[in-house]
């Protein structure tokens, strides 16, 4: 099956602008999807499709995708968006999973 | 709003089989429109897919756990089932159910459930 590439960790100052990438060859073919999880808690879909956020999620969560990446932008960063991040994908043996972002808000 | 339970033993003998529930509520699993999912995380590590299945009985299954895993679906009960067959320490993993959008995206989550494998 193919992968997903993510930046082990990331930081951002509070109220800065982050984004997160995810790479793999089925991002070419399919729109990826981002999870927020929190230290003891299930994952939380944050995007999925194009630019999708589902009910509740705040609009400072954006995606965006070209060719092999994918990215999550966070505009506005909170000490609340601090969290791992995983970016999740169908791909030809099923689905694809990133090995996950840390995301540190300073 | 769907939502998902995980139940099961939290303990497993290596060598044995585990077996995991995912109970559904708020909607019916038969609808349509979602492939139920187990999904795990090793302690302190990834998101790994385990497989999902459709309410017609179709499933998939990732291929590095193909050999060992079943994943069946009772919708008189609303609920769907995990069989991983013989586990190992490597198997010691907290176990997702997840709600597989239009095989897109997971939009709903159990809790999840920690599975240890030890004897």
């Known amino acids: 099956s193919s992968e997903l590439t993510q930046d082990p960790a990331v930081s951002v100052a509070l109220g800065q602008t982050v984004r997160i990438t995810c790479q793999g060859d089925s991002l070419r073919s399919y729109y990826a999807s981002w999870y927020q999880q929190k230290p003891g808690q299930a994952p939380v879909l944050v995007i999925y499709?194009?630019?999708n956020r589902p009910s509740g999620i705040p609009d400072r969560f954006s995606g965006s995708s070209s060719g092999k990446t994918a990215s999550l932008t966070i505009t506005g960063a909170q000490a609340e968006d601090e969290a791992d991040y995983y970016c999740?994908?169908?791909?030809?043996?099923?689905?694809?999973f990133g090995g996950g972002t840390k995301l540190t808000v300073l | 709003q769907v939502q998902l339970q995980e139940s099961g033993p939290g303990l497993v003998k290596p060598s044995q089989t585990l077996s995991l529930t995912c109970t559904v509520s708020g909607g019916s699993i038969s609808s349509g429109g979602y492939y139920w999912s187990w999904i795990r995380q090793h302690p302190g590590k990834g998101l790994e897919w385990i497989g999902y299945?459709?309410?017609?009985?179709?499933?998939y299954y990732n291929p590095s756990l193909k050999s060992r895993v079943t994943i069946s679906v009772d919708t008189s009960k609303n609920q769907f089932s995990l069989k991983l067959r013989s586990v190992t320490a490597a198997d010691t993993a907290v176990y997702y159910c997840a709600a597989y959008e239009l095989a897109e995206y997971f939009q709903h989550w159990g809790q999840g459930t920690l599975v240890t494998v030890s004897s």
């Open positions: 299945i459709y309410y017609s009985g179709s499933t």
């Open positions: 499709g194009k630019n």
């Open positions: 999740n994908s169908r791909d030809s043996s099923g689905v694809v």
